[in-house]
């Protein structure tokens, strides 16, 4: 395994992509990433997004409309925790109940830490570390890192 030779940061509270150094083509390299970010700071036990999982809505927030509901008339609507990566385009009130949305949520385009663009691959939730690794193939370019937030 090839090593970067410095701790990468990124914030989300400051936009933007953060580039490694030069990667070989030919090494692999493992990268770890950590952390998560409140969406809803005013809940002090709940930390809402990490680098691939979005969970812990506050029900207040559920409540208030400001986040689809679990369920909707006893069916499944979103659940909890949910992939950044999913494409899924989720409507409240969902389309075909004969009202317009009044919110949609995205998961994938709005949320999330991403690798070259990427979302990271829906691993295992670690809620205890909100740590992920990934192995891939260096490609003589830098790697891209963001937070969408």
Not at 90 to 116: A, D, H, M, Q
Request: neutral net charge.
């Amino acid at each position: 395994m090839a090593q970067f030779p410095a701790t990468l940061k990124l914030s989300a509270r400051n936009a933007g992509v953060v580039n490694s150094p030069i990667t070989r083509s030919d090494a692999r390299y493992r990268l770890t990433v950590s952390g998560t970010y409140s969406q809803w700071p005013q809940f002090p036990d709940c930390h809402g997004v990490d680098a691939v999982w979005v969970y812990d809505v506050p029900q207040q927030e559920i409540d208030a409309y400001r986040w689809p509901p679990k369920t909707i008339l006893g069916a499944p609507f979103v659940e909890i925790p949910n992939w950044v990566g999913d494409s899924t385009v989720y409507s409240f009130p969902p389309v075909g109940f004969g009202v317009n949305p009044i919110l949609e949520l995205s998961f994938r385009k709005y949320l999330g830490f991403r690798l070259n663009g990427e979302p990271l691959p829906a691993m295992t939730i670690d809620k205890t570390f909100h740590r992920y690794q990934v192995v891939m193939a260096g490609t003589g370019e830098p790697l891209r890192m963001e937070i969408l937030n």
